[in-house]
């Protein structure tokens, strides 16, 4: 598999995206613009784009090819020794006639308006260098640049979109991110990563599920906790009660024989053995509660 060594979320989407071609030019070269501003390095008279996933590769290259049939490519494939000796793809684009306009116009990034267009520059600036969690972990997308001014344009471009990004630096890049759930999934069905987002509402209805089983798990939890509590309280009551022999009426006799008997029940499942109400039953043990704290305090 060239690329990513591991098959991760990430490099599926990038993947997927790799496959989607505006029919528009105006989009196709918003796309490509940013795909060279956010990935690549400006030679004296070429560009360099430099990129780990070798579908992303072909695309700039087909982009170019369908903008500027006459424009000079190079591709190499470049075995790097450390990260698992994955592969990394240089594209070289020799700037000449109409490519080296257009390669000087993407220094200028008011000419992406249209709202379709930022769409474009998005999915480029994402297959350039961006990266996404996988929809079971926290989620988290970003795109990151060397270049601040870069980074900001993106950043205006998401909030252009309604997305609200944060945007900090990391080590020598400016990394733009989001990280609220319904963000990260309307990006990808955006720009049209449409299994990507199959996969991410699955996962999220899983979380979904699991977090109203966590939910009902600790609450049943907390709910022993409480009976057994409970009902640790009213035997220290019972007990006190009867190391001073106090005289209690047959009611209140009935419901500490129960509890000695069955320390381990709760309230309710105590009432029914005793064919009472579930109120009536914790009234006899506030009554042992109050006649055993008579006893502690005096």
């Known amino acids: ?8 979320y990430a490099y599926q989407v990038r993947n997927e ?72 793809y240089v594209v070289r684009i020799f700037l000449t006639g109409h490519t080296e306009e257009f390669f000087r116009e993407i220094n200028s990034p008011e000419k992406i308006r249209q709202p379709e267009m930022e769409v474009s520059y998005l999915r480029g600036a994402f297959l350039a260098n961006g990266t996404v969690n996988r929809p079971e972990a926290q989620y988290y997308l970003e795109v990151a640049s060397i270049f601040e001014d870069v980074a900001e344009f993106v950043k205006r471009t998401f909030a252009d979109l309604d997305f609200h990004p944060s945007i900090h630096k990391r ?69 006190l009660l009867k190391s001073h022999e106090v005289k209690v009426s047959q009611e209140i006799q009935q419901a500490m024989s129960m509890r000695l008997e069955y320390p381990d029940c709760s309230v309710a499942e105590l009432a029914e053995k005793i064919f009472i109400t579930r109120p009536g039953l914790m009234y006899r043990f506030r009554v042992i509660r109050q006649l055993a704290e008579k006893i502690r305090v005096s």
Request: proline share 2%; glycine share 4%.
């Open 171 to 239: 080590n020598d890049e400016f990394v733009v991110y989001i990280t609220e759930g319904d963000a990260v999934y309307d990006f990808l069905g955006m720009v049209g990563a449409e299994e990507a987002v199959v996969r991410f509402e699955v996962a999220r209805n899983l979380k979904e599920v699991h977090a109203q089983v966590n939910r009902l798990v600790n609450c049943e939890t907390a709910n022993i906790n409480k009976a057994i509590d409970a009902a640790q309280r009213q035997l220290a009551d019972i007990r």
């Open 17 to 88: 995206l790799a496959r989607i071609f505006d029919e528009d030019p105006q989009c196709m070269r918003a796309e490509l613009a940013a795909l060279l501003k956010v990935g690549a390095v400006f030679v004296e008279g070429r560009m360099d784009f430099v990129n780990s996933n070798a579908a992303v590769a072909r695309k700039v290259i087909t982009l170019v090819k369908k903008l500027y049939p006459e424009a000079r490519t190079e591709v190499a494939a470049i075995r790097r020794k450390k990260l698992r000796k994955s592969m990394r």
């Open 1 to 8: 598999m060239w690329g990513d060594t591991v098959p991760s």
